[in-house]
């Protein structure tokens, strides 16, 4: 006997399926997600539901190097920094960052929660660098190599 494959995840499973995630490496972030590709068998796709609660942040100001990513607002107001400007993103905005990608983050300082889609690629081996903490990480299927850099033009692109 085969296990049958879920392809719908029913919205009361997505609220019972909700974790969180701090990004160690910034203390205000704190984000409530689901990962809705993962649910139903999505593997070179991920789909995520997300929230970020008053005064959190999502992850840390990054770029990628090999997977594109994607940000779409459901309800509620943000602040997006993006290569290094700040807009503000609400409810039906976009965000689109294809690789290599310029580094963004997304942060809500204001009452209400933030709610989002947000996804991407998912590839073997991806490079993402940090540039206002001067790393970089490659991610490979088994291990993360985190690396630092001392001046101020970090890494410079790959060479292909």
Not at 88 to 117: K, S
Request: glycine share 8%.
């Amino acid at each position: 006997m085969t296990d049958k494959k879920n392809y719908i995840i029913r919205s009361k499973e997505i609220i019972e399926k909700e974790d969180s995630f701090s990004h160690p490496w910034n203390p205000k972030s704190l984000v409530k997600f689901v990962s809705l590709g993962r649910s139903v068998g999505l593997k070179r796709t991920g789909v995520n539901l997300a929230k970020i609660p008053p005064g959190k942040e999502s992850f840390i100001y990054h770029s990628h190097h090999r997977e594109e990513e994607w940000i779409y607002i459901l309800s509620g107001k943000g602040m997006a920094e993006i290569d290094g400007e700040e807009y503000e993103v609400e409810q039906g905005d976009f965000m689109g960052f294809p690789t290599p990608g310029v580094a963004h983050h997304l942060r809500n300082p204001y009452e209400n929660e933030l709610i989002y889609l947000t996804g991407g690629e998912s590839v073997e081996v991806e490079i993402a660098d940090f540039p206002n903490i001067k790393k970089r990480m490659v991610r490979y299927p088994d291990k993360i190599e985190i690396f630092n850099y001392s001046d101020d033009k970090g890494f410079g692109p790959l060479e292909e």
